[in-house]
């Protein structure tokens, strides 16, 4: 069984989460914390054998005592986050284990995630060394530009083809994601992904799930807090009675 370290950047400012006293993924939702309901995604997992949340320097003694509890029962490493999410995750890295056979990073903001759609994205880079979760675009895409008195306006309609929305948890080989941000020299990706692409290696796309959506804003909130009671769970024995809730199967 190959083995997977999973790095969950939650050291982001959250300007545009429009609240100053929390930043997104400390927030509740539904009565816990969004990263804890992230984490837990991946620490139960047979193959995951590192878990590591990576927190702003600044809040990472707040996090110790405010989490002490969820942290004493569950199997995650803190590490101090950088001024961006590549510097996040290059941090992340160096503490990866020497014998780990895949890195996975997803967004700690990002809680709405099920079993089933880990599952494919870590056999789609067992198979290739390396893949995302992604959505084709299926609105009708602008681009807007600010006109001479500083408000908005569309520049030119984008041909949508072939464009797909990325989303984590992204999956690379261990030594392909090392070498991806050995070559990174300051590049500021957006995602790994990027940065993966840079150095020639094909990324495998697995058909993404628009509930995996990101927590950036309020409404973003508001939307996984609707969403929660709808996302896919494991097949249990309940499960088997002839009336069970389709959902679950």
């Known amino acids: 069984m190959n083995t997977f370290a999973v790095i969950l950047p939650a050291a982001g400012k959250s300007t545009r989460f429009g609240d100053a006293r929390r930043k997104k993924p400390f927030v509740e939702l539904r009565g816990r914390p969004v990263w804890v309901r992230t984490a837990e995604a991946f620490v139960n997992r047979e193959d995951v054998v590192q878990t590591l949340v990576c927190v702003a320097a600044e809040d990472v003694d707040w996090f110790k005592e405010k989490y002490a509890p969820n942290l004493a029962f569950m199997n995650v490493e803190i590490v101090v986050g950088g001024d961006s999410r590549a510097d996040t995750v290059q941090n992340a890295l160096a503490g990866v284990g020497a014998d780990v056979d895949f890195i996975a990073v997803h967004d700690a903001a990002r809680p709405l995630i099920a079993k089933n759609w880990v599952d494919a994205v870590f056999a789609a880079a067992e198979k290739s060394g390396a893949a995302i979760p992604a959505i ?8 807007v530009g600010h006109d001479q008195a500083g408000g908005d306006q569309i520049i030119e309609t984008v041909d949508r083809r072939g464009l797909w929305a990325a989303q984590t ?28 692409e840079r150095i020639g290696q094909s990324i495998a796309v697995v058909p993404g799930w628009p509930m995996n959506l990101k927590i950036t804003t309020q409404d973003d909130l508001r939307a996984a807090e609707a969403l929660l009671g709808a996302l896919p769970q494991e097949k249990s024995l309940g499960s088997l009675h002839p009336f069970a809730d389709e959902r679950f199967l």
């Open 136 to 143: 084709p675009l299926s609105s009708t895409v602008k681009r």
């Open 169 to 196: 948890p992204q999956v690379f080989k261990r030594q392909v994601l090392l070498d991806a941000y050995a070559r990174r020299d300051g590049f500021e990706a957006t995602d790994e992904a990027q940065l993966v």
